[in-house]
């Protein structure tokens, strides 16, 4: 629910300076008592202002926040994307599941020769050939990661809403964060269902939940 | 924001027979327009009613939801939670994976004699093991597993806010939900950041995002 300017300028008075009756608040803003009443009973009804009787009005405390709507619509990708990690195609699967233990992270995008993404390996990918294979210092992660064009990917100024839908149809874990060059895809964030718990908590958060 | 009872039968009226004046409206409540004045600038300003000069009030399909505060906290991990997948203490690490693969989750309930939880198995614990040692088959989880009181767990009826928190701060991906029994803690669930994410989506999906 948005305020229109005279009842955010009411909300300020209050704050400042109640409690104050309707009166005095009309007074300062030069206007009429009967004015201001569907302002004053619309504060106090979205819970902005409390009223005492023979007291006036006092600030709840509670902030004039954007709506749910607003609030989650503003959530882009590049406010809540992690750091990408990435490896070379050539790298074996062996180092490749050190990296992920160093950087402690649960998915690794693969990139080819010209820095663009050519792949993604996910803590799934390695634990299954990690069971099946023997020399993993000698297989190269080029040969058992998901590969363009079958990877799904988002942008910085993509919704969050839109990532976390991307996820949940293609049932995985991470999403990279993608900027379209000339060459191919360049990897500039990751975005994951950690990220996504971090939203819904902010969102919480703001709500003062 | 909650509207009172007047402002729910206004809403009803302009629903069922909208346009309608603000005139016809005081009509069929038997009171004086100026009486509902307030109401129906609350119900206009909230976006519920919308107002067209010279035909009337009309519905503007937007429904008096839950807050978002309310909607939050109204959610409970017993209403998110999926089922848990557990594996006995002296089963090997070898089929713990194979356990995880077939049924696709990220996390492996490890439970004691009496049924009860001993342990956590995630796929970081499994990925770890699996490189640095070679007889998968013969090395029984409870060598691996995170133990109690170590494992950080929740209940059917915490909310997904709670639930969410404890994962973020833990830096883990998923929680037994239990239940407390005499003999320990029997596994009746399990949250994960899917399950949030799925929250957070249909956080979206109640406010038409």
Same mark, same amino acid.
């Given at each position: 629910?948005?305020?229109?300017?005279?009842?955010?300028?009411?909300?300020?008075?209050?704050?400042?300076?109640?409690?104050?009756?309707?009166?005095?608040?009309?007074?300062?803003?030069?206007?009429?008592?009967?004015?201001?009443?569907?302002?004053?009973?619309?504060?106090?009804?979205?819970?902005?202002?409390?009223?005492?009787?023979?007291?006036?009005?006092?600030?709840?405390?509670?902030?004039?926040?954007?709506?749910?709507?607003?609030?989650?619509?503003?959530?882009?990708?590049?406010?809540?994307?992690?750091?990408?990690?990435?490896?070379?195609?050539? @790298?074996?699967?062996?180092?490749?599941?050190?990296?992920?233990?160093?950087?402690?992270?649960?998915?690794?995008? @693969?990139?080819?020769?010209?820095?663009?993404?050519?792949?993604?390996?996910?803590?799934?990918?390695?634990?299954?050939?990690?069971?099946?294979?023997?020399?993993?210092?000698?297989?190269?992660?080029?040969?058992?990661?998901?590969?363009?064009?079958?990877?799904?990917?988002?942008?910085?100024?993509?919704?969050?809403?839109?990532?976390?839908?991307?996820?949940?149809?293609?049932?995985?874990?991470?999403?990279?964060?993608?900027?379209?060059?000339?060459?191919?895809?360049?990897?500039?964030?990751?975005?994951?269902?950690?990220?996504?718990?971090?939203?819904?908590?902010?969102?919480?958060?703001?709500?003062?939940?």
């Amino acid at each position: 629910m948005e305020l229109n300017k005279r009842q955010t300028e009411i909300l300020e008075i209050v704050k400042l300076d109640g409690p104050i009756t309707g009166e005095q608040i009309a007074e300062r803003l030069k206007l009429a008592r009967a004015t201001i009443r569907p302002d004053l009973a619309i504060l106090t009804m979205a819970g902005f202002l409390d009223a005492r009787p023979r007291v006036g009005y006092f600030y709840s405390g509670k902030k004039p926040t954007q709506s749910v709507s607003d609030g989650m619509i503003g959530m882009k990708v590049g406010d809540f994307q992690s750091i990408p990690v990435v490896v070379n195609e050539n @790298v074996s699967v062996y180092d490749a599941i050190c990296q992920m233990f160093l950087e402690d992270v649960g998915t690794l995008f @693969v990139v080819d020769k010209s820095s663009c993404l050519s792949g993604v390996l996910s803590r799934k990918d390695l634990l299954r050939t990690s069971i099946g294979t023997t020399e993993l210092e000698k297989l190269p992660v080029h040969v058992i990661m998901t590969r363009m064009p079958n990877i799904t990917y988002c942008k910085k100024q993509d919704t969050l809403i839109h990532a976390a839908k991307k996820m949940m149809d293609k049932q995985i874990d991470s999403l990279p964060v993608i900027v379209e060059k000339s060459k191919g895809l360049e990897v500039v964030g990751r975005i994951t269902k950690t990220n996504i718990t971090a939203a819904f908590l902010s969102l919480a958060e703001e709500h003062e939940l």
